[in-house]
């Protein structure tokens, strides 16, 4: 979406990116979680290369 973590996530772990799109979508409006997980594994992405 905004900085390529889903798009990265789903080839790491063969899932659709959709499927990926969705669950950060639902953990960021139930329990904000998404949010700070999403910016972890950017920076995890980041640092991976």
């Given amino acids: 979406m ?5 798009e990265w ?3 790491k772990l063969g ?4 499927v990926i799109r969705i ?4 953990a960021a409006l139930f329990a904000g979680a998404g ?3 999403y910016l972890i594994l950017w ?7």
Wanted: aromatic share 12%; hydrophobic share 60%; net charge positive.
């Fill in 2 to 6: 905004i900085l390529g973590v889903c």
């Fill in 35 to 37: 949010v700070g997980l």
């Fill in 9 to 11: 996530l789903s080839g």
């Fill in 43 to 49: 920076l995890v992405k980041m640092f991976s290369k």
């Fill in 15 to 18: 899932w659709s990116v959709k």
């Fill in 23 to 26: 669950a950060f979508v639902i």
